[in-house]
């Protein structure tokens, strides 16, 4: 059976807690980027520092309609018991999303590129998009090529990221003729990363959510 979906509720509710095997623990914050321009209501997602551009990132099968919708990140903050944390957090994205609509997510399926099929995958086998830069981001497919200087270690990327000290962010990003990306950290860093997309009881899309396996399952969560 492929991968299932955690139980995103967990992720983006402030204050939720818990620990590792180890015994550190983790505490959830949620940050808000700000509006994603869909102006074709299709969404891709990928690691920009790598795969931004040229049309790399196939976009996304579930469609919305055309418009502008809240992007957010899940930032989990991790202590261990007995340390000081020092001057600063340590701070991990456990989770990213792309709200279309403030309606109760009844059910989850995993997002899929064309060609795709997730009925094929092997027990716990996922499709997503990999990392190297250990960067995520969501953005429309329009928008692929209006960002012709976010390569590498230089760019308006790389410098919102060294502004703010190479945290998590997230960061909203403007680009050519008004469009825009969302970028956050993934994670623990470089891997491979499935999205997730949400529906209502009427079948309609909630959210896009890229999981970046930092929140135990409950089964795992030593709590």
């Known amino acids: ?17 818990f ?5 550190d623990r983790g505490t ?22 790598v795969d931004l551009g040229g049309g790399w990132a196939r976009p996304f099968t579930a469609e919305v309609a055309p418009g502008r919708y809240r992007a957010e990140t899940a930032l989990a903050t991790l202590t261990t018991p007995g340390e000081d944390p020092g001057g600063r957090p340590h701070l991990r994205t456990a989770a990213a999303r792309l709200v279309i609509r403030d309606t109760a997510t009844a059910a989850w399926e995993m997002a899929v590129t064309e060609g795709q099929d997730a009925a094929a995958l092997a027990d716990d086998g996922y499709f ?9 981001c969501f953005y429309d497919p329009a928008a692929d090529d209006s960002f012709p200087d976010c390569e590498g270690d230089e760019g308006p ?12 962010g997230p960061h909203l990003l403007t680009g050519e ?10 994670g623990w860093g470089d891997g491979h ?3 997730w997309v949400g529906r ?9 959510v890229t999981d970046f396996f930092v929140v135990p399952s409950p089964a795992d969560d030593a709590a």
Do not use: Q
Not at 128 to 136: I, L
Not at 157 to 168: K, V
Not at 177 to 186: C, D, I, T
Not at 200 to 208: E, L
């Open 200 to 208: 209502d009881a009427d079948g309609r899309v909630t959210c896009f």
């Open 177 to 186: 003729r008004g469009h825009n990306l969302v970028a956050f950290g993934s």
């Open 1 to 17: 059976m492929p991968l299932t979906a955690p139980d995103f509720d967990r992720y983006f509710t402030p204050g939720h807690s």
């Open 157 to 168: 990327l790389w410098d919102a990221f060294e502004e703010a000290g190479h945290g998590p």
């Open 28 to 49: 959830i914050a949620v940050a808000v980027a700000g509006e994603l321009w869909l102006p074709s209501g299709r969404v891709s997602a990928c690691d920009p520092f």
């Open 19 to 23: 620990v590792y095997e180890n015994g």
């Open 193 to 195: 990363y499935p999205t």
């Open 128 to 136: 997503g998009y990999g990392v190297d830069a250990g960067t995520g």
